[in-house]
């Protein structure tokens, strides 16, 4: 390139021969001509070469390779811990980065001789796009778990090459480690030098630096949405209101190790580890210089096997990308937004009837009746106990009143003269033990019962085929799946346990002294079959949760089980409820024909929204509890598992009147909202804690309804990935306190237009409401409470307890809301909005938007997939205008998508937060074809707070509604 540059053709000379001067003029000539290029044609020349040379190595991708560590070849934190593997080849192509790995120690296992070292592993990365990429290691031999890549696991679903991702590798020889950083930033992401690293075939840890201390994810637990420095157990069990602390064991129902991190540039990235075993995952304080955080993994084996997700500023990016990987969400029926009824107690379709009566007589709406195992024959599944709810009648009433039902399924199949065991046994579908090769015995609510392998080719067609046993009997709306961690009253089995115990008549007995009965008999069996030793616990490296009682099998079947196909029950037991989930939709979806199957289970892994929800399980009547609920909610949004509730006014101990009535007031905006207590509490229906229940209940419910299509729709336009009940930094990133406790766990949005601040405190009767920066209207009122585009603010707004929760309008944004006077059914919501308008102004301009999704019937789920999901039926409404010496506004319709479907909605009343006093507003109304439908002028707004329109009139896209009046007629 250089000589190209600067080369001048030669000086001429005189003495040369006449042929040679020929040849040289010919030459000097032919030169001479390359001379005369200026400078700006050299340099196309120039690149033109450079982009041809990089256009070949592109199709190559780079790894920095490093010979030795800066920390040398014993940066463990103990000989125990050191890291022996060095590299011994690296290459890469366009779609690949590989290297073989050899471990350099004498041992052959790892503390225990079960676990036997991988001493030759292969490492692999993968980009799937831009931002996405894969790296796993495999043992040589091939022989250590790991989850299959395909369906219903998460898995990649492209791989090649990709012109230009944004990922730096760097691959450390002596010993190994490996770097990841961001291309466009140069911020490493991931990085285990300096720190321990070993696979063998029982214990697996690596640690990775952290750059910053905002870290979200790893579930589930009962917890602060940002973790803290700690240790939290991913391993799915049942456990009855436990609330981390930072220290092992606390993890419950299910297993999701991922996390999502603000890097130092603002950007965010999500983090996958795709196991199911159980494991450890600590965030600890960093040992290396210049480093905030350090996150280690202690996992009961398996490979290692990692996912990268790259987002910008806005978080929302890396989570959907996330949502992307594991297949999206699926969406529900219009219903599943109504008020659900629960209780482990009701013993009667006479009690079912008497609670709906009470709901209609106190105007409270209800839509869904959930029957907990109570409805069933000595609590067996698939069974209707027909003395206490007849079939044939039980089906009518919910016909009659128009209610869904829900009933329980649990885990275990207890042993009895009845198809659903019998059956069982036929199909050969049940989980074995290792000590006799039997089904594995546990303890559940039947007795003796024994468990479904998922694995079993059989397991799925039984599955339906108990389905439909269930369903000839009573036709169920959804499916409520229960005890799928899996849970067990005995520790691992219990082979002894006597069948013959179990079966005692309740009949003339209570509900409530048939279970004190059960329950005497459940506490005796955990107490003869607990144990903290013995079992593949004892045989382990490392055993993660409870160091007070090392062992996996606690209140759970042993992990010393072999699946079909001989798959150690080690590693997949944490995919119980998920699989069981699978096969729920399967037959919902397949045999039934449901266009949203709607299954809500306890135990849930990466990729269960794919198929079902969740509730946040047993929590209790206290107010921890209540706080605790939003973060439990915004996490499951992480997860991908945005639908979901936590049980109002707690499921366990007795609740308060101020905690139900509190609980109502934010439990109203969970997306799943459902009342369910245990058997021996005290009644905590709406109307049954004395009249300030009921008044925050009447008016919290009013106001759910009056926004269930705004929340409905929500869900709709994410078409399955994002979230939908967020924290304030989703939608404010930039604003550091949002990052901060106790804010992060205190408020949360709807959208991008509500913002939510609830009271969590016994004796409060106002929130100091923090306020980003922008402009924000009290939902209810209208009342302008805080205008800065620049600077956030607190401020104190009351909160009766008899009233709804404070609830606030973002400016710049349109809600569609309605009159839910009367209604007690979502069906019977009809199509007429308000249009909540919180304008924004910016100098002389005002603006908002939002949109409405204009289906006329939003209870048919075929018509909701088909013209809202797959195409397109939400209808925009945008505001703008100037203000210069008068107002002039044009509200818009139009649709969102050119190819969309849209039905026309009734535009009840226009109320514009943010314009107060006007008068003599002229309102003109024009169609697409600018034909007047509507004009009049408005001498006085019906409401003081804000300008408000009655329009009682339908629109269509391409409608524009045009306002004028007066500045000085405005305050």
Not at 501 to 522: P, R
């Amino acid at each position: 390139f250089f000589f190209l540059m600067i080369r001048r053709p030669p000086r001429s000379t005189q003495s040369r021969s006449s042929a040679a001067s020929d040849v040289y003029k010919r030459q000097v000539s032919t030169q001479s001509t390359w001379g005369q290029f200026n400078l700006m044609a050299r340099l196309t020349v120039l690149i033109a070469v450079v982009f041809a040379f990089f256009a070949v190595s592109s199709l190559q991708l780079q790894v920095e390779v490093i010979e030795e560590s800066f920390f040398g070849s014993s940066a463990g934190r103990s000989a125990q811990f050191e890291n022996k593997y060095i590299v011994t080849s690296v290459k890469s192509d366009a779609e690949r980065i590989e290297a073989d790995l050899e471990y350099k120690g004498d041992e052959t296992y790892y503390l225990k001789p079960i676990s036997v070292i991988a001493r030759q592993v292969k490492l692999v990365i993968t980009f799937q796009s831009a931002s996405e990429c894969h790296i796993k290691m495999t043992d040589g031999a091939g022989k250590f778990f790991s989850l299959p890549e395909e369906d219903p696991y998460p898995h990649d679903r492209a791989s090649g090459a990709v012109a230009e991702p944004d990922f730096h590798v760097s691959i450390t020889k002596r010993p190994f480690s490996l770097k990841i950083a961001r291309r466009s930033t140069r911020e490493v992401i991931f990085n285990t030098e300096g720190y321990s690293f070993i696979i063998s075939q029982y214990y697996l840890e690596f640690t990775s630096r952290l750059t910053s201390s905002n870290i979200y994810g790893l579930g589930e637990r009962a917890y602060s949405f940002r973790l803290g420095t700690g240790t939290y157990t991913i391993n799915s069990g049942d456990k009855v209101m436990w609330i981390e602390d930072g220290t092992p064991g606390h993890g419950t129902y299910g297993q999701h190790p991922m996390y999502l991190v603000r890097e130092r540039s603002g950007n965010y990235h999500t983090a996958f580890f795709r196991s199911s075993a159980a494991m450890d995952v600590s965030i600890e304080s960093s040992r290396l210089p210049f480093i905030s955080k350090a996150i280690n993994f202690k996992v009961v084996g398996g490979i290692f096997d990692f996912k990268l997700f790259l987002g910008d500023e806005n978080p929302e990016t890396a989570t959907r990308l996330y949502h992307e990987y594991l297949g999206g969400w699926i969406q529900r029926p219009f219903w599943a937004f109504g008020i659900h009824q629960c209780r482990y107690g009701y013993n009667s379709l006479a009690e079912f009837k008497q609670v709906t009566q009470e709901f209609e007589k106190n105007s409270l709406p209800l839509d869904v009746f959930w029957g907990d195992i109570n409805y069933m024959v000595q609590y067996q599944d698939f069974t209707i106990d027909e003395t206490r709810f007849p079939a044939a009648d039980l089906q009518q009433f919910f016909k009659d009143k128009n209610l869904k039902f829900v009933p329980i399924i649990d885990a275990g199949i207890g042993e009895a003269d009845h198809v659903s065991y019998t059956q069982a046994i036929e199909q050969d579908v049940f989980i074995k033990s290792s000590l006799d090769g039997k089904p594995i015995v546990g303890a559940v609510w039947p007795g003796r019962t024994h468990f479904v392998d998922w694995l079993h080719p059989n397991a799925t067609k039984y599955w339906g085929d108990m389905m439909d046993v269930l369903y000839q009997k009573t036709k169920f709306d959804g499916m409520w799946l229960d005890m799928n961690e899996v849970s067990s009253f005995c520790d691992g089995e219990c082979p002894t346990l006597n069948v013959e115990d179990w079966k005692f008549d309740m009949s003339g007995q209570s509900a409530k002294e048939y279970t004190l009965k059960l329950n005497s008999l459940l506490n005796q069996t955990m107490t003869n079959f607990s144990r903290c030793e013995g079992g593949l616990s004892d045989l382990l490296p490392y055993v993660p949760g409870n160091t007070s009682c090392p062992n996996l099998d606690w209140k759970t079947i042993s992990v010393n089980v072999s699946h079909y196909g001989s798959v150690p029950g080690l590693f997949v037991r944490g995919l119980y409820g998920f699989l069981e989930t699978k096969a729920t939709y399967d037959y919902l979806k397949g045999r039934l024909g449901q266009t949203f199957p709607y299954i809500v289970s306890r135990s849930t892994f990466p990729g269960h929204g794919r198929y079902g929800s969740h509730w946040t399980g047993d929590n209790g009547a206290f107010w921890p509890w209540l706080k605790l609920s939003i973060a439990g909610v915004m996490n499951f949004n992480l997860f991908g598992i945005p639908y979901l509730g936590a049980d109002l006014c707690g499921f366990a101990r007795n609740t308060s009147e101020e905690l139900c009535a509190r609980w109502y007031q934010m439990g109203v905006l969970y997306p799943l909202v459902r009342n369910h207590n245990d058997f021996d509490t005290v009644p905590q229906e709406p109307y049954a804690l004395g009249p300030n229940v009921l008044a925050a209940a009447q008016n919290s419910v009013r106001l759910r309804y009056s926004i269930t299509k705004h929340y409905y729709g929500q869900f709709i336009r994410k078409n399955g990935k994002g979230t939908v009940f967020k924290p304030l930094f989703f939608e404010f990133p930039h604003d550091p306190r949002t990052l901060e406790r106790p804010l992060i766990d205190e408020q949360f949005m709807l959208g991008n237009a509500l913002m939510v601040a609830p009271v969590l405190n016994q004796g409060q009767t106002e929130v100091n409401v923090y306020f980003p920066h922008g402009t924000w209207y009290d939902f209810n009122t209208g009342e302008l409470l805080h205008e800065d585009m620049k600077l956030s603010g607190r401020k104190k707004v009351k909160a009766p307890l008899t009233g709804t929760v404070p609830l606030f309008l973002r400016g710049g944004s349109v809600v569609g809301s309605q009159n839910a006077q009367g209604i007690l059914r979502v069906q019977n919501l009809d199509n007429t909005f308000d249009l909540k308008i919180g304008v924004s102004k910016d100098t002389n301009t005002i603006f908002a938007q939002g949109s409405i999704m204009a289906l006329a019937d939003y209870n048919n789920d075929k018509a909701v997939e088909d013209r809202c999901i797959t195409k397109n039926c939400f209808l925009n409404v945008n505001v703008a205008g100037t203000i210069d010496s008068d107002y002039n506004l044009m509200i818009t319709f139009t649709k969102d998508n050119a190819q969309g479907e849209v039905d026309s909605i009734k535009v009840g009343n226009v109320q514009l937060y943010g314009i107060k006093g006007a008068q003599n507003v002229h309102v003109k109304l024009e169609n697409e074809k600018s034909e007047i439908k509507l004009e009049k002028t408005l001498e006085k707004s019906e409401n003081p707070n804000f300008l408000q329109i009655s329009l009682d009139q339908e629109v269509a896209p391409d409608y524009i509604l045009k306002l004028y009046f007066s500045k000085q007629e405005s305050a």
